[in-house]
């Protein structure tokens, strides 16, 4: 019998294995911007946007002191952190590049628009915000055809100017 998630499930939080929880802890919180919960020593803190219990879980309880994971070996692709205006995505994006945070690139997806990078223990992050549902493209049959564009990111920061 086949069985269809129901629309409104969302993923509620990921947790991540760090190797050091302060230095991620400076990234997640000090750099993004996301709240502290709860903290436990220096083993996992749990940090959240808006005062939810948690979004994100960091812990060391496997890591503590590792090495990153290896790249091409299943896992983890990225953790997507979705921005809820153009204009959020735009002022995070002017943070990090003030900050001088690397970035591994920049889309437009036809439904999104994303930076990416890489937080201290090389895991993938996506920070995006969706465009409007009737903004998506389709195609003649009226079926999601997403791509791959490199985002404009002058366009993105004229947002910081309205």
């Not at 996301?34 to 812990?59: P, R």
């Not at 002191?65 to 091409?72: C, K, Q, S, T, V």
């Not at 999601?144 to 100017?161: C, D, G, P």
Request: hydrophobic letters at 35%; one cysteine or more.
């Amino acid at each position: 019998m086949s069985y269809t998630v129901p629309a409104q499930t969302r993923i509620g939080h990921v947790h991540l294995k760090v190797s050091d929880l302060q230095r991620s802890l400076d990234f997640y919180c000090g750099l993004l911007g996301f709240e502290l919960m709860v903290k436990y020593g220096d083993q996992a803190a749990f940090i959240s946007a808006g005062g939810y219990h948690h979004h994100i879980g960091l812990n060391t309880w496997h890591s503590k002191g590792m090495p990153p994971a290896p790249e091409n070996a299943p896992g983890l692709y990225h953790t997507a952190i979705l921005y809820p205006t153009r204009k959020d995505l735009a002022a995070i994006y002017k943070r990090l590049t003030d900050a001088k945070v690397p970035f591994t690139g920049f889309s437009d997806h036809g439904v999104s628009e994303a930076l990416y990078l890489n937080d201290p223990d090389q895991n993938g992050v996506e920070l995006y915000w969706d465009k409007p549902r009737d903004q998506w493209p389709k195609d003649e049959n009226g079926q999601l055809t997403m791509y791959t564009h490199r985002l404009n990111l002058s366009n993105l920061l004229q947002e910081l100017e309205s």
